[in-house]
């Protein structure tokens, strides 16, 4: 114990003679404190030197140690604390906490937090937490986080999330997420299960992807292989995807689970679409037996859109299939191909041509 209060007599020494040493900033209303060593909240050199130096602000324009956030309204060097960072203004440099880190105003630089990076301002730099990062206002960041990233304002750079981005302004970035984006005006990228944007000038890979400004459409179609296909058409005015399930009532009955992601090209005659999507054949429903699919169809759809009126179009165009089993040889789909082999661990594969004809509403 004697140990103890010596090692904490010589550190109120220690922080004493440091906070002499502090410096008037060029603004009159804040002093610099290079170097900073705390161990509870109000007893630190930052604390000393504002008792000494009443009504003045606190600057750490070098190095700040504390378990938890001591007293200063600025950072301008690095700051590690065990539990919590926090700067009343603005923060430049590297914010480190076991915890949490906060910034009142802008925050510029690196923050790394155990639990949240909250910035109250506006922010660039590089964030990571192991639950969420928060940006009041404009965010020209990349994000990494467990569950949440957030944006208040505009949004530019990589945002990574275990669940969820959300930018409630316009967005010209990288948005990668487990469950789903939700942006403004969307320029970039969007990967996630569920991607919502006001407008999207860019590429979403989604289960659903909704632009409002271009709303969900349904195509009913049918193919070569006498499935008929009913799918949700979402995404933008150039990059969409495709979600469908299909039905082959024959004996026996094929069910088929679609996703694909295609491109709309506009010409002067007509649009066309170029779309490579993947479905999954079961026999009678869920394959009883090992609970999997029976086989694979990846296809490669071209196709042209001839518009009927305002809500209706038809579809119509060729396809190049390629199949795979390790349970049937795809002969009961379809009785040509161009190429059909077996490998030697037992996988069917099949390519042949073949065509698609629909509607669009």
């Known amino acids: ?46 604390d000393l030197v504002k008792q000494a130096n009443p009504g003045k602000k606190i600057v750490h324009n070098g190095v700040s140690l504390a378990p938890l956030s001591a007293g200063a309204e600025k950072l301008n060097g690095v700051a590690l604390s065990g539990i919590w960072s926090g700067y009343s203004e603005d923060a430049n440099g590297v914010q480190l906490s076991g915890v949490l880190n906060t910034v009142g105003g802008n925050a510029n630089g690196i923050q790394l937090a155990g639990v949240a990076n909250v910035d109250n301002g506006d922010a660039t730099g590089i964030h990571l937490a192991g639950v969420a990062n928060s940006v009041s206002k404009n965010a020209n960041v990349v994000q990494l986080s467990g569950v949440v990233n957030f944006a208040g304002g505009k949004a530019q750079g990589l945002f990574i999330a275990g669940a969820l981005n959300f930018a409630s302004e316009d967005v010209d970035a990288v948005q990668i997420s487990g469950f789903a984006n939700i942006s403004g005006k969307m320029k970039g990228i969007q990967i996630g299960i569920f991607n919502i944007a006001e407008e999207l000038d860019g590429i979403p890979i989604g289960l659903v992807s909704y632009v409002k400004s271009v709303g969900l459409h349904q195509d009913l179609w049918a193919d070569e292989t006498r499935f008929v296909h009913l799918g949700l058409r979402s995404g933008g005015q150039e990059f969409y995807n495709l979600l469908s399930v299909g039905v082959r009532v024959n004996e026996p009955t094929r069910w088929a689970v679609g996703w694909g992601i295609g491109r709309h090209i506009a010409t002067e005659f007509f649009p066309w679409e170029i779309e490579l999507s993947s479905y999954s054949v079961f026999n009678n429903g869920l394959n009883k037996e090992e609970n999997r699919p029976e086989s694979s169809i990846l296809k490669l759809r071209l196709m042209g859109i001839f518009g009927l009126g305002q809500s209706i179009s038809l579809v119509a165009g060729a396809t190049l299939n390629l199949f795979l089993s390790h349970r049937d040889d795809g002969f009961g ?27 669009r509403f």
Do not use: C, E
């Not at 002499?20 to 900033?25: D, N, R, V």
């Open 1 to 46: 114990m004697k140990y103890l209060f010596g090692f904490l007599g010589v550190s109120l020494v220690v922080m004493s003679t440091v906070a002499s040493f502090a410096g008037q900033s060029s603004d009159d209303a804040y002093i610099q404190v290079p170097f900073n060593l705390g161990f509870i909240h109000g007893l630190s050199i930052s």
């Open 333 to 359: 789909l379809i009785p040509w191909s161009i190429s059909s082999s077996r490998t030697a661990d037992g996988w069917w594969i099949r390519v042949w041509p073949g065509f698609v004809a629909g509607v």
